[in-house]
């Protein structure tokens, strides 16, 4: 028997796109626990992962994940540049919520030798950096999933206004159960279930990424910009279209 042709890539993400825009529709207004608990064991049962940076706000994510399902896949990008607080919170975190599968991923030995031999790449090309850090590394990451979720939110940078909490990503779904949610519902589910704030919030760090590329958040600016300050640059690029042309590359 003949095999069953393969649907073009272009086809699939089409198709992909289309799903996404009738899940928005139809899921999208739901509380983010809903919204996490339909896709978790209904839509992409089986299928799907949590990606979180262990950041200023990661507990409300993951405390939502454990409430629906602590087994689900939580993966975690090592880049090497971490605070220390950061790798600390995330262990605590993962105790204080029982998750049970966290996917520690870290950049491919052989490239960083290559491209970053002297670990000092950050200062001459951040974008290199975070393409050999963060981007390849997620699309390793999430490769054997069909969704996965994150802890974006509108409110982050004006560059997320307008963000969906059902999007296209490739052949693969991204999901933002926390799109519509203001600073003031952060901060109250945080004190409602007691959660552990990360250490380095306390210091005026508002989005936590890597030391190097990591500042304190003056007043009136908005969470992210501590992130690359000083540059144009506004994301690491595992939101952007480097990640969507790495999950559709014939090699993973």
Same mark, same amino acid.
């Given at each position: 028997?003949? &095999? ?19 899940? @928005?529709?139809?899921?999208? *207004? ?8 339909r ?37 975690f ?10 790798? @600390?919170y995330? @262990? ?11 996917r ?22 951040? @974008?290199?950096?975070?393409?050999v ?5 997620? &699309? ?17 940078a004006?560059t ?31 004190r ?5 704030? *990360? ?46 042309q ?7």
């Open positions: 028997m003949l &095999a069953k042709p393969r649907q073009p890539e272009a086809g699939i993400e089409a198709q992909v796109l289309a799903e996404a825009a009738a899940l @928005d529709a139809l899921y999208g *207004n739901l509380t983010p626990v809903e919204i996490i608990a896709a978790a064991t209904e839509r992409f049962a089986g299928e799907i992962a949590a990606v979180s940076s262990f950041g200023a706000d990661s507990a409300v994510l993951l405390h939502m994940i454990a409430e629906v399902d602590r087994k689900l896949p939580v993966i990008l090592d880049t090497g540049k971490h605070f220390g607080e950061t790798l @600390d995330r @262990d605590a975190l993962a105790a204080d919520f029982g998750l049970t599968d966290i520690v991923i870290t950049p491919d030995e052989a490239a960083l030798a290559r491209i970053d031999p002297t670990g000092n790449l950050h200062q001459t090309s951040t @974008d290199a950096c975070c393409d850090r963060k981007v390849e590394p997620m &699309a390793r990451g999430v490769e054997p999933f069909r969704a996965w979720f994150t802890g974006r939110k509108r409110f982050q004006a997320r206004a307008a963000l969906p909490v059902f999007e296209q990503v490739g052949p693969r779904f991204r999901i933002n159960p926390l799109a519509r949610w203001t600073t003031s519902d952060l901060a109250d589910y945080m409602k279930h007691a959660l552990r704030e *990360n250490p380095l919030v306390a210091y005026g760090y508002l989005s936590i990424g890597c030391f190097p590329c990591t500042q304190i958040v003056k007043p009136g600016e908005d969470a992210r910009s501590g992130r690359w300050a000083g540059q144009a640059k506004t994301e690491c690029g595992i939101h952007l279209s480097g990640l969507e790495s999950l559709t590359d014939a090699s993973l």
